[in-house]
């Protein structure tokens, strides 16, 4: 999962992206509102933290581009300003959520893990593929009841494909959600991944789908 960190503040910042990393998410963090934007506009988030207050275009504005331009990615503001009209202001200008400073971050974390499962259609943060069960709060996976260990990578990529389980998921789609911005997408990083996946997992669970991506066989399915 991909999240986009936007804080001039380089304490919260820093702080805020450590602690999505730790939980296996991919962050890119920018300090201002106008890389912000262009990067919200061209790259696919799973989620965006947005701080109110930023240098070249404050927060609001931004938010009200993104939803202008149809962006619908799910976006928690974070912000010093605690009064309900800022609040009303925000959620209005299309947040999804509210966070006042100071803040502890393992809210921030169960809010922003809340918010993706939400814009995914899934209330659960247990996700099931026939003996597959991914419990994406605590990282765990067990087959068949077995206890797996997976990369940080090998999670992201089995937890998205788990998440759109059935459906064809492209390379490019794949490169998007777990890397950052400054990742080589040309490489063959994502064959290796799926490649240690199968090994680990059972060959026939990820099927190729010639010049179209991956594909995670839901247990009823047979071609």
């Known amino acids: 999962m991909r999240v986009l960190v936007v804080e001039d503040d380089l304490d919260v910042a820093r702080q805020v992206a450590n602690t999505l990393r730790q939980a296996r998410f991919v962050v890119d963090l920018v300090h201002d509102g106008k890389e912000g934007l262009f990067l919200g506009d061209t790259e696919p ?40 009209r800022e609040k009303v202001m925000g959620l209005r200008a299309g947040a ?4 006042a400073k100071p803040f502890e971050l393992e809210e921030m974390l169960a809010r922003i893990e809340a918010l993706i499962r939400r814009s995914s ?20 996976l067990t087959v068949a009841g077995r206890p797996v260990e997976l990369t940080a990578l090998e999670f992201r990529t089995l937890a998205h494909l788990m998440r ?27 064959e290796v991944l799926i490649n240690r996946l199968r090994k680990k997992l059972g060959a026939e669970l990820i099927r190729t789908r010639r010049g179209l991506g991956y594909q995670l066989i839901k247990p009823e399915e047979d071609a």
């Open 164 to 190: 759109q389980q059935g459906q064809v998921v492209s390379k490019t789609e794949l490169t998007e959600h777990l890397y950052d911005q400054e990742f080589d997408r040309d490489s063959n990083v994502i």
């Open 121 to 140: 259609g899934r209330s659960n943060p247990v996700l099931e593929c026939g003996q597959l069960v991914l419990d994406v709060g605590s990282g765990r």
């Open 96 to 99: 999804d959520d509210y966070l």
């Open 45 to 84: 988030y799973d989620a965006v933290i947005l701080d109110l207050g930023l240098p070249q275009l404050d927060g609001l504005s931004v938010l009200r581009q993104w939803r202008q331009a149809g962006r619908e990615m799910p976006v928690l503001i974070l912000t010093a300003r605690d009064t309900w």
